[in-house]
T-cell receptor
Framework: QQQVKQSPQSLIVQKGGISIINCAYENTAFDYFPWYQQFPGKGPALLIA?????SEKKEGRFTISFNKSAKQFSLHIMDSQPGDSATYFC???????????FGKGTRLSVIA | NAGVTQTPKFQVLKTGQSMTLQCAQDMNHEYMSWYRQDPGMGLRLIHY???????DQGEVPNGYNVSRSTTEDFPLRLLSAAPSQTSVYFC???????????FGQGTRLTVV
């Protein structure tokens, strides 16, 4: 059973547009929701994370929106740039309990 | 500080051979883990350790062994390599199992 379902699998966005990646989860005990960014040939790196006590967190052009009742969270990349082209992974965990579980990833291509 | 160092970066094995993937960290993190990354499958947890002398299985542990004799090192052993183990392997560390994970650069393994 996949604990975190991520969509879409791939995404092509025009430069300056908004990229949106969605994740859904089943385990209501999850209380930490990070997003990781991975460039080709590199390991994933933490981009931004949220806990369920807030509905939105923004860092620069990157925003996480969190909907606890729907058990969904999403990553929005505003003013997308070619340098944002990478694979993005959502993840979730339970504090003091479970290791991070990852979604299957979204390959984002930002074209000029 | 080097962070998380994985060796080798690339490896080709013949079916049935054994080998050890090395992971070393200088971040003094208690928690270490191994993931494999396959196209369309995301990051799947193989084994993890919450501290020296303690290891546990993740989602896909079959065919792999680990040990943790020191805080710094967490090697992953393939006992008898199979083509299904062709993958990119990532080692990660964190303060706790559910917090930000710092990944190494990965080891690309091909089993022929």
């Amino acid at each position: 059973q996949q604990q975190v379902k991520q969509s879409p699998q791939s995404l092509i966005v025009q430069k300056g547009g908004i990229s949106i990646i969605n994740c859904a989860y089943e385990n209501t005990a999850f209380d930490y929701f990070p997003w990781y960014q991975q460039f080709p040939g590199k390991g994933p790196a933490l981009l931004i994370a949220i806990r369920p006590d807030v509905s939105e967190k923004k860092e620069g052009r990157f925003t996480i929106s969190f909907n606890k009742s729907a058990k969904q969270f999403s990553l929005h990349i505003m003013d997308s740039q070619p340098g944002d082209s990478a694979t993005y992974f959502c993840a979730a965990s339970v504090s003091g309990n479970t290791p991070l579980v990852f979604g299957k990833g979204t390959r984002l291509s930002v074209i000029a | 500080n080097a962070g998380v160092t994985q060796t080798p970066k690339f490896q080709v094995l013949k079916t049935g051979q054994s080998m050890t993937l090395q992971c070393a960290q200088d971040m003094n993190h208690e928690y270490m883990s191994w993931y494999r990354q396959d196209p369309g499958m995301g990051l799947r947890l193989i084994h993890y350790s919450v501290g020296a002398g303690i290891t546990d299985q993740g989602e896909v542990p079959n065919g792999y062994n680990v040990s943790r004799s020191t805080t710094e090192d967490f090697p992953l052993r393939l006992l008898s390599a199979a083509p299904s183990q062709t993958s990119v392997y990532f080692c990660a560390t964190s303060v706790r199992r559910e917090t930000e994970a710092f990944f190494g650069q990965g080891t690309r393994l091909t089993v022929v």
